[in-house]
């Protein structure tokens, strides 16, 4: 069983910065992939990035460039640095965590409550 809670969400101008982590409980993390998705009202929930457990990373095309996702194993912690928002990122960031590996459906077996990202234009 892994618990996981979302922080650093907030309100923020388009073009600005935000990180998020997530903090898993237990001593297996370092065995789970990990990802990012997000859902807007109204909106199915979407893949933003993930990270093996080998710390290959993938990211969303829509994301390349601008966002980094990046694990501290040993803080059993998940990041998401968000460069550049955009105002039609605004959302629900969810961290999620697999034992299969990594996958960009919403296929995971655990999830965190969530952090909102709001961006202004």
């Known amino acids: 069983q892994v618990q996981l809670v979302e922080a650093g969400g907030g309100l923020v101008q388009a073009g600005d910065s935000l990180r998020l982590s997530c903090a898993a409980s237990?001593?297996?993390?370092?065995?789970?992939?990990m990802a990012w998705f997000r859902q807007a009202p109204g909106k199915e929930r979407a893949f933003v990035a993930a990270?093996?457990?080998?710390?290959?990373?993938y990211y969303a095309d829509s994301v390349k460039g601008r966002f980094t996702i990046s694990r501290d194993n040993a803080k059993n912690t998940l990041y998401l640095q968000m460069n550049n928002l955009k105002p039609e990122e605004s959302a629900v960031y969810y961290c999620?965590?697999?034992?299969?590996?990594?996958?960009?459906?919403?296929?995971?077996?655990?999830w965190g409550q969530g952090t909102q990202v709001t961006v202004s234009s």
């Open positions: 999620a965590a697999s034992g299969r590996g990594v996958a960009e459906r919403p296929d995971y077996d655990y």
């Open positions: 237990g001593r297996t993390f370092s065995t789970y992939a």
């Open positions: 990270i093996s457990r080998s710390t290959a990373t």
